[in-house]
């Protein structure tokens, strides 16, 4: 790519997104029917791109992921993904992992019919599961260790800035009606409920047929499958488990996470199940 890794406002930024991109992000129009997945990178984003794919019909048109901020959709496509978008018909179906206060002022302040559902997950199987992307992709920085790794998602040192800063920027919409937030955790535990919610939520009534369609093309070992297939993104449906971190943070590493985690998130009513 043409562009490198960078700073933008202070968060660290993959040279996928450049700093036109993200100037074009304060102008950015979203439109009544925009469908929106958001979430800190490694959270379980492409499935829920998936069920929200399914939900809205299967059609060739979301199949694939807009990630609104990246400059390259997939090799040999060269022009922003925001101006394709631009272009797009209505209803678009967008992803992003931009924080709160980097996100067009339509996304982050909805009006009128633009829905957002925001992808949650603990953050230590997030740390984890950006451990093993940092490591296969050269997207990202990747670090030389294990140990090196924790210590940067501790501090925040990270591509797209601070898991905590991210996760609660966004859930000041908490009680905002655009928005939806779901957790990884809670799909794990109970799925065919989960995808009833996120359809009621987009207005689309499910038949038992539709169900049955997206609890199947939404499984894991469906979406590996299909995964598979495709340059670049095979890398991305590894273990999908609750509580992968304990097998690789220390007891050390573990507490020092802890307590960032309670300092945090103290008094916002957000929590997560590790295991
Ligand atoms: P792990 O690395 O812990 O396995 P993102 O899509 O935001 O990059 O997140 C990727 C994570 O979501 C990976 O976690 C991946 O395995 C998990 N994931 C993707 N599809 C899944 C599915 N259908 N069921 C459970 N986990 C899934």
């Known amino acids: 790519p043409p562009y490198t890794d960078h700073e933008y406002e202070g968060i660290p930024m993959t040279g996928m997104v450049p700093k036109e991109s993200l100037d074009a992000m304060k102008t950015f129009e979203m439109r009544d029917g925009d469908v929106v997945v958001l979430s ?4 379980g984003t492409n499935w829920m791109h998936q069920i929200v794919h399914e939900i809205l019909g299967g059609k060739p048109e979301t199949a694939l992921p807009k990630t609104l901020e990246f400059f ?16 797009a018909p209505s209803p678009r179906l967008i992803w992003t992992h931009l924080p ?3 996100a067009p002022p339509g996304l982050s302040t ?3 019919k633009v829905k957002v559902i925001v992808m949650l997950r603990n953050p230590k199987d997030v740390s984890v599961s950006n451990y093993y992307y940092r490591q296969r992709c050269q997207l990202v920085n990747s670090p030389q260790t294990w140990e ?4 940067d998602f501790l501090d925040g040192k990270f591509v797209y800035g601070d898991y905590f800063d991210h996760v609660l920027g966004w859930w000041q919409r908490k009680d905002d009606p655009h928005f939806l937030f779901v957790k990884y955790e809670d799909l794990k535990k109970d799925f065919p409920s989960s995808v009833k919610t996120i359809s009621a939520f987009l207005e689309k009534e499910l038949t038992d047929e539709d169900l049955a369609r997206v609890l199947t093309n939404c499984s894991f070992e469906s979406m590996r499958k299909d995964f598979e297939e495709q340059e670049g993104r095979k890398e991305i449906i590894r273990k999908g488990i609750v ?3 304990k097998d690789h943070y220390s007891t050390e590493e ?3 996470l802890d ?4 300092e945090r998130m103290a008094g916002s009513g957000l929590e997560f199940e590790f295991e």
């Open 100 to 102: 709160f206060q980097l």
């Open 254 to 256: 573990s507490a020092k």
């Open 72 to 87: 390259y959709l997939h090799v040999g496509q060269v022009q922003p993904v925001y101006a394709q978008l631009q272009q």
């Open 243 to 245: 509580g992968d971190w």
């Open 259 to 262: 307590q960032k985690y309670r």
């Open 110 to 112: 909805p009006i009128n």
């Open 40 to 43: 800190y990178p490694k959270s």
């Open 148 to 151: 090196q790794h924790a210590k």
